[in-house]
């Protein structure tokens, strides 16, 4: 364990519309300074939304108000919420051991309590880890075994059986282009019945 370094409660509150069938789990957001909204994926150098744009509006600036340098948080937001989409992250504390993002500088004080959250949305059937931290994390909790990138494995949870996804990160530094990584979250969604 670190000391001296201060613990970093998660910013946001978990999004969980009614009915949500996907809950999409990262690790933790970046520091504020990064943010281009108040919402789940904020920095415009991870291409999330631009993928979910590309996907399902074939736009991958769909999310952005570009001229700003900034998504659309109202946009995002109605669009997770007319389609069921979930959101928040596997750490609930977080200490940064460095000055960025990077997962791999992250120590987790206090991972979230995945299984809490899926009470409160019972209609959830799809779990979705959006980096190799979060799907440690599912992977501890949950003692199942880990998917290979773009595909699943099952969570036999006491409401039943629902699909655990294995994503590749938005994140730019994970070396993969735009296109590529729209090809897994395609199958995630069409899979999913979303797309």
């Known amino acids: 364990m670190t000391t001296n370094i ?7 509150e978990p999004f969980l519309p009614e009915g949500a069938r996907v809950l999409m789990l990262g690790s933790f957001p970046p520091k504020r300074e990064r943010w281009s909204m108040e919402f789940f994926y904020p920095n415009r150098q ?10 399902f509006f074939g736009d991958k600036s769909h999310f952005e108000i570009v001229q700003e340098r900034r998504f659309d948080r109202e946009r995002i937001v109605d669009f997770c919420t007319r389609k069921g989409i979930a959101l928040y992250d596997t750490a609930a504390a977080v200490k940064r051991l460095k000055d960025n993002a990077s997962d791999k500088f992250l120590e987790i004080v206090t991972p ?16 979705v880890t959006t980096g190799q931290r979060a799907t440690d994390v599912i992977v501890e ?14 969570l036999h949870l006491p409401r039943g059986p629902i699909r655990f996804w294995r994503m590749p990160s938005t994140s730019r530094a994970y070396p993969l282009s735009l296109d590529k990584k729209a090809l897994h979250y395609r199958h995630l969604f069409t899979t999913e019945q979303l797309l």
């Open 46 to 55: 991870n291409d999330m939304w631009r993928i979910v744009g590309l996907l």
């Open 112 to 127: 979230t309590d995945v299984a809490a959250l899926l009470a409160q949305i019972p209609h959830c059937e799809a779990v």
């Open 6 to 12: 201060p613990i970093e409660p998660h910013p946001l």
């Open 141 to 154: 909790q949950f003692g199942c075994s880990s998917p290979a990138i773009g595909s699943y494995t099952t």
